[in-house]
């Protein structure tokens, strides 16, 4: 096994892309079991990672996405969170964060969310005098509440992997995501009042509200379909998505008519290839899962966590802290397909119940995002923004402690995520 990681690492180090790279150490693993005939269960392997029905919904999520980027309804959103909240000191940092909880609900993806809100709110934010370190930092951060709220690419992988409820942690999302936005409020607040943030607008006026958000309506519409939708039962996940694009089409090219079909074609094809990266990720992935597997590597973690303490909240404090190391180095669906089938049934054996560690998971993998060396946030954010990956590792500290503060009371206070699932799925 020593002799995998050796490879696992040297092919990361290299800059091999990560789908390669779990592929290389999966048929590493093969070699080291010294069973030649599992090479034919790994083609097997290339095509059960993926033949699922949950994992279906994330192409519709990335499309939907994808189709309402193009369509510019990312400007409605600001607009709509400017009115409601511009006469607040501070008031355009608090509305990236208003834009990135409306725009998580409608893309469910950490690094979209990233790319949109950088392109269009940094210039703004610095043109009200706000440092680009905090204005990029502020933005990769709230990014992050992507694959928290529903709906959520995270969410549906990690269901595939863990073999939980789909609607569950779409449903157990919700309070995480909001504790996130009112986390990272109050490092605003704080910042606020140390470098004196200005106002927007002088005073609050129910008419620009009004009139802003019955023109954001078509995007507001989208989380509202999704979760009506799955509370409701009248349809699932991926049914839900489906209905997102639909939505998203009908928005961007006769109500909003800023969608072209040129455009929408484009929107097609570059969710082709980004869906595809992401599939190609999750087979590759469950060729070095499924040799993890057979080693019982599941197993032996599992003796040496419980050799260590079998209460709950000691084993889930060594599991974050092996998350966060592994987040540090490692890109966040790739440390899933590997380690939730590892880590989650240590957690279920100690008795966590599976929404719950679920959800511990999803943010953990998610707030290695933003954490250095390697979180995929601060590449995107520093890529776009110009600000240099240096400055921008040291002004995201504080978000990153306040996103851990939000992981650490979930972890230790389990209805935060179990109480919506149990009350609405009765």
Request: one cysteine or more; hydrophobic letters at 60%; glycine letters at 8%.
């Amino acid at each position: 096994m020593l002799f995998v990681v050796i490879v696992f690492a040297l092919l990361l180090i290299m800059g091999v892309p990560i789908a390669l790279v779990l592929c290389g150490a999966g048929l590493t693993h093969i070699v080291a079991l010294g069973d030649v005939s599992y090479f034919n269960v790994a083609v097997q392997r290339l095509f059960t990672g993926v033949n699922s029905f949950s994992m279906m919904a994330i192409p519709f999520f990335v499309l939907a996405g994808e189709i309402m980027n193009r369509g510019r309804i990312t400007d409605k959103l600001v607009d709509f969170a400017r009115a409601l909240i511009g006469q607040v000191r501070g008031g355009l940092a608090y509305t990236v964060i208003i834009v990135s909880v409306l725009l998580s609900a409608i893309l469910g993806s950490a690094n979209a969310v990233c790319a949109i809100l950088c392109a269009i709110l940094v210039p703004e934010m610095v043109k009200d005098h706000y440092s680009p370190e905090f204005s990029t930092s502020l933005i990769a951060s709230s990014a992050i509440i992507g694959p928290i709220i529903p709906p959520s690419v995270t969410f549906v992988l990690y269901a595939v992997l863990a073999g939980t409820s789909v609607n569950a942690l779409f449903l157990g999302g919700i309070i995480p995501g909001l504790l996130l936005a009112v986390a990272y409020g109050v490092i605003v607040y704080m910042t606020g009042r140390k470098e004196h943030f200005q106002k927007n607008t002088d005073k609050f006026v129910l008419k620009d509200v009004l009139i802003t958000f019955v023109k954001a309506i078509p995007a507001l519409l989208i989380p509202v379909v999704i979760a009506g939708g799955i509370l409701t039962g009248l349809c699932t996940p991926t049914e839900s998505g489906a209905i997102a694009v639909v939505i998203a089409i009908i928005s961007g090219m006769f109500i909003y008519r800023t969608l072209s079909f040129k455009d929408l074609i484009k929107s097609l094809i570059h969710a082709s290839v980004l869906n595809a990266a992401i599939m190609l990720v999750v087979a590759m992935g469950n060729i070095f899962g499924w040799t993890l597997a057979m080693d019982r590597i599941p197993q032996k973690m599992s003796a040496l966590i419980l050799g260590i303490s079998q209460n709950r909240y000691i084993v889930l404090l060594i599991i974050l802290v092996m998350l966060l190391l592994i987040g540090m180095f490692m890109e966040a669906f790739a440390a899933m397909i590997i380690f939730v089938p590892v880590f989650a049934p240590i957690a279920e054996s100690v008795g966590v119940d599976p929404v719950h560690f679920g959800m511990i998971f999803s943010l953990m993998v998610s707030v290695a995002l933003i954490t250095p060396p390697v979180g995929m946030c601060l590449f995107v954010s520093s890529n776009i923004t110009k600000v240099p990956l240096a400055k921008l590792s040291k002004s995201i500290v504080p978000f990153v402690v306040a996103a851990m503060i939000v992981v650490l009371l979930v972890t230790f206070f389990e209805p935060l995520s179990t109480w919506l699932p149990n009350l609405l799925m009765k």
